[in-house]
């Protein structure tokens, strides 16, 4: 497209402003109809539009301002149906877009699905150490961590397990190799129960204490379908004074109905451990069958849950090295620990303890 000069009218009848601008509007037209890419677009936009050099420039002035008064008004008429003509070709030629051979090289399948994101959602022992963290936060408790990797002092000594005492063998230790140049109660081993938090966090802070430490144990046990030799742990501790069996009772009696609701009962058992006393095993009713008996709790209509006790005065004792007004005789507390793992499988009717770590996307999509 080259820029034909506009040439000067001679006359300003109908007859010769009609053959003028039939003339011009017939190369807009064909300008426009050989126009193939957006290049040519432009050069047809600046050849015919532009403000200087534009050819509509140049019959405005050539043509429309050169006419004589009595002219002005047949030229001006037809000089805005070219603009017109020459805007409209413009439009439908930028509207037109790419060509359909160029469609097609790039269509895509818009009746395909989109790629999905999976949506991401709570690992069920996630969701039940959570639960119950936050049954115990509502209660005023804070929430306390520790290491995995714990020394025989935190996870034994201070619990009061003495060296060599049998009580020790209860929880099937894995320890840290090539520890036997350090004295014993610096030896590392991996935590067998978050209790050695109870003491970390009594030589932090004096009483009044109330915290819940959830968090992951170890212990050289065979897996089987209830037993993983790693599994999750909530411990509570309550410290202040005059805290009594009764609170213990209290509080796990509503802890138990916050997570498997109202309906379920608690009974106390008699039991051990070095760092409670008196210690015991907390049972709830079935809540398979209500406690009339079934296979899960084998006839009784009880179900075993965790273990408790009021804080064993040697435990203080320990305690108080660093923080004197952990005193037996002016405070008193109670502590418990519950399996993460046991309780899930309760709440969720799960089986199989394997199922939690196995991974398998058939079994963790139930709970997203
Ligand atoms: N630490 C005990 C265990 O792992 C549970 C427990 C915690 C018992 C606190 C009493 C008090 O078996």
Not at 140 to 145: A, D, I, L, P, Q
Not at 248 to 257: F, R
Not at 268 to 285: G, N, R
Not at 306 to 335: H, N, T
Request: glycine letters at 8%; charged letters at 25%.
């Amino acid at each position: 497209m080259t820029n034909d000069a506009i040439p000067n009218l001679s006359a300003y009848d109908d007859d010769s402003l009609d053959k003028a601008f039939t003339a011009l509007q017939k190369q807009a037209q064909a300008d426009a109809a050989a126009m193939a890419g957006l290049d040519d677009l432009e050069a047809f936009r600046l050849k015919w539009l532009g403000r200087k050099q534009g050819l509509l420039n140049d019959v405005s002035s050539r043509w429309l301002k050169a006419a004589p008064p009595e002219a002005k008004k047949s030229v001006g008429e037809r000089f805005k149906s070219l603009k017109s003509l020459v805007e409209s070709l413009l439009d439908s030629a930028e509207g037109a877009g790419p060509s359909d051979a160029a469609l097609a090289a790039e269509a895509i399948d818009i009746t395909l699905p989109g790629t999905r994101r999976l949506t991401g959602a709570e690992h069920p022992i996630t969701r039940t150490l959570n639960e119950i963290v936050s049954v115990f936060a509502a209660l005023g408790y804070s929430v306390g961590v520790g290491p995995e990797v714990e020394t025989d002092f935190y996870n034994f000594e201070s619990m009061n397990f003495p060296p060599g005492h049998p009580a020790r063998d209860t929880q099937d230790t894995l320890v840290v190799a090539c520890q036997e140049r350090r004295p014993l109660r610096d030896r590392l081993l991996l935590r067998t129960h978050t209790s050695p938090v109870q003491m970390r966090t009594m030589e932090q802070q004096p009483p009044p204490v109330r915290i819940v430490i959830p968090g992951k144990v170890h212990r050289n046990d065979a897996q089987d379908a209830t037993h993983s030799p790693i599994f999750h742990q909530v411990e509570g501790l309550c410290v202040d004074r005059n805290i009594t069996f009764s609170d213990l009772k209290g509080t796990l009696d509503h802890a138990m109905k916050a997570l498997f609701g109202s309906s379920v009962k608690t009974r106390f058992f008699p039991s051990f451990f070095p760092f409670t006393e008196p210690s015991a095993d907390v049972q709830i009713s079935c809540i398979f069958c209500g406690g009339k008996g079934c296979r899960k709790c084998k006839q009784s209509g009880w179900i075993e849950l965790l273990g408790c006790g009021m804080v064993d005065p040697a435990v203080f004792a320990f305690a108080a090295e660093k923080q004197p007004a952990y005193d037996p005789r002016k405070i008193s507390g109670f502590a418990f620990g519950m399996g993460v793992e046991r309780i899930a499988m309760m709440k969720y009717g799960i089986s199989e303890i394997g199922q939690f770590y196995a991974g398998d996307m058939r079994f963790l999509g139930q709970f997203a």
